[in-house]
């Protein structure tokens, strides 16, 4: 069965809204809600198949676009590769011109509509930001929360309260006061064991590599409500992220940092490979900051994540 190569937009308005068509009852997967796009020709670039798609289906030019996430799926009846770009400028006023009915939807509001199941990690992709800010340690209690607020203010929309040393009560103050910062404002990612996680309804988890290899066999932890993380190192990992679910990973270290000086760095090459099966967002992790985000993008990934690169100077 050959794979059908289908080129598909996150398209944003000017207020970070995203556009999303319903598809036609009688259509494969009909009924459900999608990012528009269609099939890639034989010969022809991915950029020019959806230019050409989105100006017969919606009458648009498209102005601005970057790649955001490759996802391979396998229906009973088909196979597709959806080559997902964001498009973030347009000319011309987006209508169904094929009768298609059209959605104005915040990121947020995606998670309300039924999109067929290889859709799953485009919507997760277009509600995640580029840039992944994980909380330095060593700082004190008001140093820290008073970094994490102004990364907030700053626009900061995905933060780790990292938990190095273990899990300790003190951790556990500090993520209190953190989710009070973060509320309605920015995503808080916490690190820790399970038993911990009724205590953080609206935090997210991140974990560890060893929690991936000792939980990835009983699934998700808890519902697609919440968003789930993981770290990954090795193909190893990115598969046991994959039979666990996760939402998206850290992929690290890219290149040689500071923090683990004796860790091989997989280097750019190998990050885009192992990015290139896993069809789920990824954040690039290790030696990497704001100015990597192009770079990490055409490689595959979701953005960058750091810790001193996104950390606000005092």
Partial sequence: MKRVH???????DASGKILIARRADTQHQGGLWEFPGGKVEPGEAVEAALARELQEELGIAVTAARPLIKVQHDYPDKQVLLDV??????????????????AWVTARELADYEFPAANQPIVAAARLPAQYLITPEGLETPTLLRGMQKAVAQGCKLIQLRAPGGYD????????DAVGLCAGKA???LKGPFEWLG????AGWHITAAQLRKYASAGRPFGKDRWLAASCHN??????AQQMDVDFVTLSPVQPTQTHPDAQPLGWQQAEQLISGFNKPVYLLGGVGPAECQQAWAAGAQGVAGIRAFWPQD
């Fill in 199 to 202: 205590d953080f309804p609206s």
């Fill in 85 to 102: 770009w964001e498009v973030s400028a347009f000319s011309g006023e987006p209508h169904g011109a094929e009768g298609q009915p059209l």
């Fill in 235 to 240: 193909a190893e990992e990115l598969s046991l």
């Fill in 187 to 189: 995503q808080l990612m």
């Fill in 169 to 176: 009560p003190q951790y556990r103050d500090l993520a209190v």
């Fill in 6 to 12: 289908v080129a598909a937009a996150v398209i944003r």
